[in-house]
C-alpha cells in the first residue's frame, strides 16, 4: 500500500527499519513491565512479519523511528495492533496524529469500526482512548497478560 494523502512525516515502514521498530517498542513500552508483570505484547512482536504482511507507519526523527502504529485489517475492522511513541515526546499530539490516521485509513479500506486492545493494568491507555472515543467490549486470558478490548465506530 501506498502512503497516499498520509501527513507529512508519516511514511510506511521498510524492513530495514525492523530493528528500529523493536527499539521504539522497548523504548515506549518498557515501563509498563512492572506495572503488568510481563513483557507487553508490542515488545515481543515480529515487527520484520507486521511490515512484510501489515500496514506499519512511522515517523522518523534524529536519525531514529520517533512513533510507530501497526494496522492489521479484519474483514469488517481495522485493528490497531499497537501505537509506539518515543517517551520523550509523548503527551505532545503525536499518538493523536496516529490515532486520527487509524480512523483515516480505516475508512479508506472500507471499514466503520477500529478496534484494539490493551493490558487491563494499563489504565492510562484505557483512559486516553476512552477519551478518543472507544468503548471497552470484554476482558480476556491471553497467555501471561489480561486484556481488555475496545472499540470505536466511525
Known sequence: ???????????QAEPADVPGLKVLAERAYGHYIPVIQAVPAPMEADYAAMVRDHEV??????DALR???????????L?????????SEQGMGTGRLLLDWARQRALALG?????????????????WYKRAGFTETLEEQRGDKRIVHMRLAL
Open 79 to 87: 485493528l490497531i495492533e499497537s501505537i509506539a511513541v518515543e517517551p
Open 111 to 127: 471499514h466503520r469500526e477500529l478496534r484494539l486492545y490493551t493490558n487491563v493494568l494499563m489504565s492510562d491507555n484505557r483512559a
Open 67 to 77: 512513533a510507530s502504529l501497526v494496522l492489521i485489517a479484519g474483514d469488517d475492522h
Open 1 to 11: 500500500m501506498t502512503s497516499g494523502s498520509a501527513p507529512a512525516g508519516l511514511v
Open 57 to 62: 507507519w512511522t515517523i522518523r526523527g534524529n
